[in-house]
Every structure is written in C-alpha cells, then in structure tokens.
C-alpha cells in the first residue's frame, strides 16, 4: 500500500493554470479508471473535485480537469484564481484498498 | 442538506480503545458504500477502511488491520470504527466519507493517543 507520488508544492499566476501530477504503478492508476482529486484548505475538510479521472461533481468549476497517461494521474487547474490556494490530493482505487498521494501545496502567486 | 457527522474522538492512553461514529442525513445511506479516512497533525490523508452498503464486503489498510473494525447500522444511518490497541501513530483526525468515490466527508474527529 504504497503513496502515489505528487510533487510538494506548484504554484501559478492568477489566470495561468497549472498542473498537477500524481504517479502510481501499474497496481493501481495504470490499472484503474478510479483517480480522484481532493481540495483541501486549511483546518477544512477534503473537498472531491475530480473523480473517475475526468468527471466533475456538480458545483466543481469547469477549470478543474483530470486526465491519465498510464500510470501517472493529472490535475489541471486553468484561470488560477486565490481560492485555489489550498492542498491537493489524488488517490486511486488498487484493487482492495485505496492509496493516497502525498499532497501538493497549490500556491496562487 | 446531505451531511456527515462524526462524533467519538478524544483523548486516549496508548493501548486504549475508542468508538468512532458517523451520522447520516438527508441521503439514503442504506445504499451508501463508506469510508474512514485519517490526517495525521500536518500530514496527508490515509485511507483506513471501507465498508460495502451490506457489509459483505470489508477492507483495511495494512496500519489497522486486526486492530480497527469498520461496522454499520443501516437502521439507524450510522457508520462506526472500532479502534483497539491504539497506538501513538493513529493520532490523527478521522473523517467519514462517503461513496466509492468519496463525494461527501464530515468535518472530522480528533483522536490523541497519548499518556
């Protein structure tokens, strides 16, 4: 049960997007259409923003967008703006259990 | 409004238990995959368990198997962990959430295993 692997930190201008991924292995990102991404902001609870690697819940900008290239999962936040501030995390479903990445620290410069 | 609640944290000595709970409302949670998910002080999120809308099917991290049991109580909209043996290790907030893909989590439950 190993942790996906995301980057510590990324960071953009307001309106520049930015990109965020997420690499597992074969075991479960490269295996499964079960990616989510999470937003949290600080002392709040994890908010789904992505989930089954491209759908949007409703209520989720449209700014927000997954994708996946076999075993890497991507976040792609465009038109940053300062509420995006916050962290991100990615997990996938592998097989009997869920694994978690380690979260990226989204900067809104 | 949909919502989760989690009730049952505190402060507990190393080898202690604890009861979690999770309540349900404004969905129909008799149907509702569920999940506990923690976030140790500063850290990220760790999945723990997950439980089936029957509870046929059961799974736990690697951390707290044999030591942490997922249960629910369709009757009455309630999730529920069991924590035994705790160690200082699951300090952490835990957090309810809900579905396969975890769209809906409650505002969580501190736990602190100390002496």
């Given amino acids: 049960q190993s942790a996906l692997t995301q980057p510590p930190s990324a960071s953009g201008s307001p309106g520049q997007s930015?990109?965020?991924?997420c690499t597992g292995t074969s075991n479960d990102v490269g295996n499964y259409n079960y990616v989510s991404w999470f937003q949290q902001h600080p002392g709040k609870a994890?908010?789904?923003?992505?989930?089954?690697?491209?759908?949007?819940?409703s209520?989720?900008?449209?700014?927000?967008?997954?994708?996946?290239?076999?075993?890497?999962?991507?976040?792609?936040?465009?038109g940053l703006q300062a509420d995006d501030e916050a962290d991100y995390?990615?997990?996938?479903?592998a097989g009997s259990n869920v694994v978690f990445g380690g979260g990226t620290k989204l900067t809104v410069l | 409004?949909?919502?989760?609640?989690e009730s049952g944290g505190g402060l507990v000595k190393p080898g202690g238990s604890l009861r979690l709970s999770c309540a349900a409302s404004a969905f129909t949670f008799s149907t509702s995959y569920m999940n506990w998910v923690r976030q140790a002080p500063g850290k990220g999120l760790e999945w723990v368990s997950s439980i089936s809308s029957s509870s046929s099917y059961i799974y736990y991290a690697d951390s707290v198997k044999g030591r942490f049991t997922i249960s629910r109580d369709n009757a009455k909209n309630s999730l529920y962990l069991q924590m035994n043996s705790l160690r200082a290790e699951d300090t952490a907030m835990?957090?309810?959430a809900r579905s396969y893909s975890a769209d809906i989590w409650g505002h969580g439950t501190m736990v602190t295993v100390s002496s």
């Fill in chain 1, 59 to 78: 209520g989720v900008p449209d700014r927000f967008s997954g994708s996946k290239s076999g075993n890497t999962a991507s976040l792609t936040v465009s």
């Fill in chain 1, 89 to 93: 995390y990615c997990s996938s479903y």
């Fill in chain 2, 1 to 5: 409004e949909v919502q989760l609640v």
């Fill in chain 1, 46 to 57: 994890p908010k789904l923003m992505i989930y089954e690697v491209t759908e949007r819940p």
């Fill in chain 1, 18 to 21: 930015v990109t965020i991924s």
């Fill in chain 2, 94 to 96: 835990y957090y309810c």
